[in-house]
């Protein structure tokens, strides 16, 4: 490829990457103490609006980003698939509390031990809730994350289920994996 | 623990544990006031005949059911004696007109893990029991909808025993870490 | 001819009215919900059975996250439980300290819930007020206990730290600040034509169903029956406080958020009480030497400098704040084999660094007497109580927690039935369900 076309690719990723960054619909997959801190952020004091993410979607399929707050027990790592698998590309996942990063002290049998054993994982925000400044500087990390990543490189990305030039669905790696409870009668 | 049979602090005015002492002399198989909490140990067969006395009986009036759990007594060498039954379903009773509350104690032997429900009684019985069930293994009969509450239908084993190792992992999805 | 069928709708374990995770399985005939069905158990966390893996002193970053809304009230519970089954008393001051963080915790825990059911009725600005106000009192909390969240302030015997200086002058102005949001929140919720119709008459339940189902707490009241532990069997120093217990009358979602609200200006009430009432803490024990870094004092105690160290006053890492000696017999139960030292007898001489020792050390710590005792306290939600099981060694044989939700769980089936579908987000919101206590 010519020199310009390198110019016009890393411009419109440039382009591409700052509206994602401030554009941030996310997905709270709410289940433990750490959604008390997610409100406090969320709400007025912390304010996470200021950084385009003020706006939570709670269906995945119209979130970027998934973030997982709270312990995740063995119980409910299917549902957890489920939803990361209803997202569209591209898509980024927080872990937001240790419990989620490495199932912190709660290591037993109802405990996961880290989401990243299930599902991928962006960034890692720690403390056990993190604090209101440690998860905006975890968004903050997020951001900078998306604007350095090469934009279009979804459009061909064999996991990705959005339109790939030869009008050929990709599989995804985890598809046909996921076993479903079925619901108590 | 300290026995304590005859003591009252009122005369005239019996504790719950003194009027079930009156009333089941012969079916009480143990019991002891620690710190003030008022326990009865007793059988398996007269666990419906004293809730229902606890419940129906006007000067009692236990109209709260409001804990029921189990313990595992597996290796137990408090007071370096080993219980004869390995496990012991904690009833918690508490009165709201009188403002009491009294602890029934059940041994359960390992082999026939099998007690009476309550259920019909006290209507919190039903997820109580339950979680027994689920941690415990312990079953209740006649209890309507007896099936895992905490814990998935996959899951092996009751998680509370003294047996069931603490970090014991049975995933659904992802690697046993 | 045509076929009646009903319909199944399932709501959650992920879904943004269901707070924490639980799933509702819905029969529904039309918009009516004809059955329901409550699965709990997704954030079940073996909470009981990781007491059992530790020591006493251990469980209360387990209990913090339990009701995660209002930890301190967990806390102290469990202290409580554990000292009954000790057989010890702790001092007057550590006992004021108690009420009012756990009071404090009340009230942030009943602005989350009403905060959240506005919220999922479409009142955000409701939400963004009293998370506002929480803010307040979360600032008040991380300024004694250092964590805003998941504090670990109590201590088996007594409670980490004093009371900052001017701690109460700080805390009057931020009540005020309370009172105020709540006074815009009522305005903007209880006259709010949509907010009453969507509460009223809706989810309501007997006083015998409620009992029957052993529901206690503001849910227990709003139907009207008194019963509250604080008044019923009280703990602490809240026999000494005055304050009423408001009761509802139909049990319905309105009730339960009058109940609620009128619940938060009475733990109000008693934390100005007991700024009041609480003995001086700080004693004149007559410390005369200079503030010495820790470090600096364990080198010279190392060094046998003993005898010049007994004056002198350690100065601390922020988090340890408090515990020094100065503060340490008004905070701390008078009991060798179950408090730690003051820091500067750990850091200062020998026989305070065994005493230290010995009570973090496995095998070691704090060991009651073989028994059980059964401990409730009035938590946020109702009734939370302890059932502690001792063999005589260091960690618990049994540690069974009474969780308030569990009862108001089973019979949430009984609240919603007859109703409308969309009738559920009120109500579930209003009986304030949190995950961490329901599956433990």
């Avoid at chain 1, 994602?20 to 709270?28: D, N």
């Avoid at chain 3, 799933?23 to 997704?42: Q, S």
């Avoid at chain 3, 999922?120 to 600032?139: C, D, N, S």
């Avoid at chain 3, 709010?192 to 009992?211: L, Q, V, W």
Wanted: overall charge neutral; aromatic content about 10%.
């Amino acid at each position: 490829m010519s020199s310009a076309g390198n110019f016009f690719t890393s411009k419109l990723d440039d382009a591409i990457g700052w509206a994602r960054k401030f554009s941030i619909f996310q997905y709270p997959f709410v289940t433990a103490c750490c959604g008390m801190e997610y409100m406090s952020t969320a709400a007025a004091h912390y304010d996470v609006d200021r950084f385009g993410a003020g706006f939570p979607r709670f269906s995945p399929r119209q979130a970027d980003v998934l973030f997982v707050v709270g312990t995740i027990s063995h119980k409910l790592a299917p549902v957890l698939k489920t939803v990361y698998d209803q997202m569209c590309e591209p898509k980024w996942v927080i872990a937001f509390g240790v419990c989620t990063c490495t199932g912190g002290f709660y290591d037993n049998y109802a405990t996961v031990q880290g989401i990243d054993t299930i599902i991928p994982v962006d960034i890692y925000i720690p403390g056990c809730p993190p604090r209101p400044e440690n998860v905006i500087d975890g968004l903050m990390k997020l951001q900078e994350k998306i604007q350095k990543n090469e934009q279009s490189r979804a459009l061909y990305d064999p996991c990705s289920k959005i339109g790939r030039p030869d009008g050929i669905q990709g599989k995804c790696s985890t598809e046909g994996k996921i076993k479903h409870i079925e619901p108590a009668k | 623990m300290t026995e304590n049979h005859t003591t009252s602090k009122q005369p005239g005015i019996l504790t719950p544990l003194q009027r079930l002492q009156e009333k089941f002399s012969d079916k009480i198989i143990e019991s002891h006031v620690f710190r003030g909490d008022e326990t009865a140990v007793i059988g398996l067969l007269n666990l419906r005949s004293v809730a229902r006395f606890l419940k129906e009986t006007p000067e009692m009036d236990f109209n709260f059911l409001m804990d029921l759990t189990a313990v595992d007594y597996l290796f137990y060498t408090g007071g370096r004696v080993q219980k004869e039954f390995r496990f012991e379903v904690v009833y918690h009773f508490f009165s709201l007109k009188f403002n009491k509350r009294i602890r029934i104690k059940v041994p359960v032997d390992e082999k026939n893990p099998q007690v009476d429900t309550l259920s019909d009684l006290w209507a919190s019985a039903n997820w109580y029991e339950r979680e027994v069930w689920d941690m415990f293994g312990i079953q209740f009969k006649g209890h309507p909808n007896l099936k895992r509450i905490l814990m998935y239908d996959q899951f092996e084993g009751h998680a509370l025993r003294k047996d069931y190792p603490f970090n014991k992992r049975q995933p659904l999805i992802g690697p046993i870490n | 001819m045509t076929q009646r069928r009903s319909m199944l709708l399932n709501v959650g374990p992920s879904h943004p009215a269901m707070h924490g995770v639980i799933r509702i399985i819905m029969e529904l005939d039309g918009e009516k919900i004809k059955g329901a069905d409550v699965e709990i158990g997704y954030l079940h966390r073996a909470f009981e059975k990781m007491c059992e893996t530790v020591m006493y002193s251990q469980c209360f970053p387990y209990t913090d996250r339990l009701n995660y809304v209002s930890p301190l009230i967990n806390n102290a519970g469990f202290a409580l439980a554990v000292e009954k089954l000790l057989g010890i008393d702790i001092p007057e001051r550590a006992q004021y300290i108690r009420v009012i963080m756990s009071e404090i915790s009340r009230v942030t825990d009943h602005l989350t819930c009403i905060g959240a059911t506005a919220m999922e009725m479409g009142a955000m600005t409701a939400f963004l007020y009293m998370i506002k106000a929480r803010e307040f009192l979360y600032e008040l909390i991380e300024e004694i206990t250092g964590a805003r969240l998941t504090i670990s302030y109590v201590r088996i015997g007594g409670v980490k730290a004093d009371l900052t200086q001017g701690f109460a002058d700080r805390a009057f102005q931020k009540i005020a600040k309370v009172r105020k949001v709540l006074i815009e929140a009522d305005e903007m919720l209880t006259r709010n034509r949509i907010f009453s119709d969507r509460m009223k008459d809706i989810g309501k339940i007997s006083p015998e169903d409620a009992i029957a189902y052993g529901i206690t707490g503001p849910f227990l009241r709003s139907t009207g029956v008194s019963y509250d532990v604080r008044k019923a069997s009280p703990y602490l120093i809240y026999d000494k406080l005055e304050f009423e217990v408001p009761l509802g009358s139909k049990g319905d979602n309105l009730d339960r958020y009058f109940v609620r609200m009128a619940e938060m200006e009475q733990s109000l009430r008693i934390i100005e009480q007991c700024f009041v009432q609480i003995p001086d803490g700080e004693i004149a024990c007559g410390l005369t030497g200079e503030v010495i870094p820790a470090a600096q004092m364990v080198d010279r105690a190392k060094m046998g400098e003993t005898e010049e160290l007994i004056e002198d006053e350690v100065a601390l890492d922020p988090t340890l704040q408090g515990s020094t000696r100065k503060y340490h017999d008004a905070i701390y139960a008078h009991k060798k084999d179950v408090v730690l030292p003051a820091k500067e007898n750990t850091y200062g001489n020998i026989e305070g660094l065994m005493n230290h020792f010995k009570l973090v050390m496995y095998g070691h710590g704090i060991q009651p007497p073989v028994g059980e005792t059964y401990f409730p306290v009035e938590g946020a939600n109702g009734e939370l109580g302890f059932y502690i099981v001792s063999d005589g060694r260091d960690q618990p044989w049994r540690v069974r927690v009474h969780p308030p939700c569990f009862a108001i769980m089973a019979a949430l089936p009984k609240c919603l039935i007859g109703g409308m579908m969309a009738d559920l987000i009120p109500t579930f919101g209003s009986v304030n369900m949190i995950a961490g206590e329901l599956d433990r």
